[in-house]
């Protein structure tokens, strides 16, 4: 019985070792330009939005119309974790921010960087695949397509985008290779484990955020650490095959661990 559940858990860790999927680089609209990379690993998804620098952008996911959808904004500045209240589209109320985490804008997405050249702002930001709110759109790692809508306003304000600049299309999303250069190494010990999980990083430079998400890549545990060594309480977690993911700005590390 070990053995098979030792063979099933290795041909998890192996199907899972090269699953990145993007839709590429595609223009929206004259100026606006959108990439989305699932990656199935690391269960993060990295959204790259560039449009006019002195406009707010802003994209939604899994849906062809406002009503209802999951949106990312940013003004330049900041960025917004929106949802639009499903509602007659004559309102002008939507998308209004976060449902789902009301005081924290930013939601669950970080921002990675915010760069201007040449009047094209570049913004780059992350998300987990499945951040567990009925709010927020679950991006698939798997090979498909993938419904948005975009928009850009005509100043950095939040207000209706006019008839022109928005729309909405379908994406496809592609199998992708791998890429070994962001990624971060970090030891994790006992594994089986029953109380405490410890998490040993070699350097530590910056906020790294250690999480734990089951094989769905449904998050079930997150801490925002500043030291090497950090140890995550397990013990009332479900026992089971988990995922430890450590991620700085631009690093990315995964181990998975059982529950026992
Ligand atoms: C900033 C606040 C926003 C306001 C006040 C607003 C307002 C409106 C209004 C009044 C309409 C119906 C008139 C029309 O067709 O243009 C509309 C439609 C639309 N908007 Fe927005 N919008 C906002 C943000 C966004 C964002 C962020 C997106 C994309 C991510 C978006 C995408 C669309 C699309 C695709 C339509 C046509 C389909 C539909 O009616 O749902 N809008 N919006």
Excluded at 183 to 192: A, E, G, Q, V
Excluded at 235 to 254: L, P
Aim: hydrophobic fraction near 35%; charge should be neutral; charged fraction near 15%.
């Amino acid at each position: 019985m070990k053995k098979i559940f030792f063979f099933v858990f290795l041909t998890i860790c192996f199907s899972l070792s090269s699953q990145i999927y993007s839709t590429g680089t595609e223009t929206l609209l004259p100026g606006l330009t959108a990439n989305i990379e699932i990656n199935g690993n690391t269960y993060i998804t990295k959204l790259t939005l560039a449009g006019p620098s002195d406009v707010w952008l802003a994209i939604g996911f899994g849906n062809s119309e406002m009503n209802g959808t999951d949106i990312f904004m940013t003004d330049g500045n900041t960025i917004r974790d929106a949802y639009s209240e499903p509602g007659p589209s004559s309102s002008l109320v939507r998308p209004v921010p976060p449902q789902d985490s009301p005081s924290n804008e930013s939601g669950d997405w970080n921002l990675v960087s915010n760069t201007v050249s040449s009047d094209t702002r570049t913004i780059v930001a992350t998300r987990s695949n499945n951040t567990g709110s009925s709010n927020d759109y679950i991006f698939n790692a798997s090979e498909g397509s993938l419904s948005i809508i975009y928009a850009f306003g005509g100043t950095s304000t939040y207000a209706w985008h006019g008839p022109n600049n928005r729309g909405a299309t379908v994406l496809n999303v592609n199998t992708l290779g791998v890429s070994k250069n962001n990624l971060l190494s970090f030891k994790m010990y006992p594994n089986p484990v029953s109380n405490l999980l410890t998490i040993q990083l070699p350097v530590i430079t910056e906020k790294t955020e250690v999480v734990i998400l089951d094989l769905t890549g449904r998050l079930i545990k997150s801490k925002t650490i500043t030291t090497n060594n950090t140890s995550l309480d397990v013990q009332k977690i479900s026992n089971g095959i988990y995922v430890v993911r450590v991620a700085t700005s631009d690093k990315i590390g995964v181990k998975k661990f059982i529950k026992k």
